[in-house]
C-alpha cells in the first residue's frame, strides 16, 4: 500500500526554467511533509518542510505547496540549475510520529 | 566529521552468508534509523531507536534482521542467512528533533 506517490520518475527541465515535482498522499491524518534531494553515492538530505496549518513554504529558490483537499504536494524550483539534478523524495508524516514515510523519488535532470 | 557515517560503503556477499553493517550517528542524536531502499523503491523503515527506550522493530521485513545500538553511539544492523532479495542500499539517519540527517548508505549486493 504506496501510501505516498511520486508518479513520475523522471524529468527534465532547460536550466533557468521552473522544476515542478509533485507528490500525492492517501493518508489523511499526515501533518508534516518534507522533501529530500539525493545525489549518487550520498544520502538524502533534508531540503524543506511543510506543515498542514500552511499551504505554502518558501526558501529561496524552492517553494513547496500543499493542496490538503487534494492530498497532493508540490515543489516548485526556480530557476532550476545544473547542480539540481538530483533525485527528489517527498516524504509525510503524523505529528507525534517518527516515522516518515517516503515517495518512490523523481530524478531531475536539468539541461544546461 | 559533522555527519552521519556507514561502513562499508559496499558489500557483495553470497546468499546465505551473514552480513553485518555500521553505522555511526551524528554525536549528541538520540533518535537512530535504519532504512531500506530497494531498486526502483522508495525509503523503506526498518527499526528506530530513541534513547533507552525500547527500539520501535516494526519495519523488519523477517527475523533474519536485526539491529542494536550502544547507548547513544553506534549500531549495527545485522541480516543473517542474506537472501537476494535483501539487496539494497541500507540507510542510517540521526536526529535530536524531527529533521533526519541521513548517512550514504551501505549497497548490499547477494550474489
Known amino acids: 500500500d504506496q501510501q505516498v506517490k511520486q508518479n513520475s520518475p523522471s524529468l527534465s527541465v532547460q536550466e533557468g526554467r521552473i522544476s515542478i515535482l509533485n507528490c500525492d498522499y492517501t493518508?489523511?491524518?499526515?501533518?508534516?511533509f518534507l522533501w529530500y534531494k539525493k545525489y549518487p553515492a550520498e544520502g538524502p538530505t533534508f531540503l524543506i518542510s511543510?506543515?498542514?496549518?500552511?499551504d505554502k513554504n518558501e526558501d529561496g529558490r524552492f517553494t513547496v505547496f500543499l493542496n490538503k483537499s487534494a492530498k497532493h504536494l508540490s515543489l516548485h524550483i526556480v530557476p532550476s540549475q545544473p547542480g539540481d539534478s538530483a533525485v527528489y523524495f517527498c516524504a509525510a508524516s503524523q505529528t507525534g510520529t517518527y516515522k516518515y514515510i517516503f515517495g518512490t523519488g523523481t530524478r531531475l535532470k536539468v539541461l544546461a | 566529521g559533522a555527519g552521519v557515517s556507514q561502513s562499508p560503503s559496499n558489500k557483495v556477499t553470497e546468499k546465505g552468508k551473514d552480513v553485518e553493517l555500521r553505522c555511526d550517528p551524528i554525536?549528541?542524536?538520540?533518535?537512530l534509523y535504519w532504512y531500506r531502499q530497494r531498486l526502483g523503491q522508495g525509503l523503506e523503515f526498518l527499526i528506530y531507536?530513541?534513547?533507552?527506550?525500547?527500539?520501535?522493530k516494526s519495519g523488519l521485513p523477517s527475523d533474519r534482521f536485526s539491529a542494536e545500538r550502544t547507548g547513544e553511539s553506534v549500531s549495527t544492523l545485522t541480516i543473517q542467512r542474506t537472501q537476494q532479495e535483501d539487496s539494497a542500499v541500507y540507510l542510517c539517519a540521526s536526529s535530536l528533533f524531527r529533521e533526519k540527517f541521513f548517512g550514504p548508505g551501505t549497497r548490499l549486493t547477494v550474489l
Open positions: 531507536f530513541q534513547g533507552n527506550s525500547a527500539p520501535d
Open positions: 511543510i506543515s498542514s496549518i500552511k
Open positions: 554525536s549528541g542524536h538520540t533518535a
Open positions: 493518508n489523511s491524518m499526515f501533518d508534516y
